[in-house]
């Protein structure tokens, strides 16, 4: 297959040298019209500067945080955890407790299980 090495146009209409890593700097240097020890002229950054803006990508929106926080539950993993919270939970409000400490016990699980969701 046949590679023309003609320049072609960019979107932006300036001319784009085809294959540049096929060419040696000098030549690269020399389309684009740059003196390689130099650089771009001042009067030219300010010229493509005028005519193409500033060479940054648009900003985009983050996203809110309460967002973010629901994402991280939206996996079938934590969801089977949370479900398993909630069981242990419910089964710790209803196991007899003869002693405070022992009610506190009962809810360590759940709570670890939370803690390890929220981390």
Known sequence: MHRPSVARRSSI???VIDYPW???KEDVA???NVEETKGLSEERVKRDLERYGPNELPAEEGKPLWKLI?????DLLVKILLAAASIS?????????K?????VAAFVEPLV???ILIA
């Not at 939970?89 to 407790?97: I, Q």
């Not at 002693?99 to 009610?103: F, G, K, R």
């Open 13 to 15: 209409s300036t001319a």
């Open 22 to 24: 096929t060419k040696t």
């Open 30 to 32: 020399a389309f684009y």
């Open 70 to 74: 629901l994402e991280q539950f939206d």
């Open 89 to 97: 939970f419910v089964l710790a409000l209803f196991e007899e407790h």
């Open 99 to 103: 002693e405070e400490d022992s009610l």
């Open 113 to 115: 299980i939370l803690l």
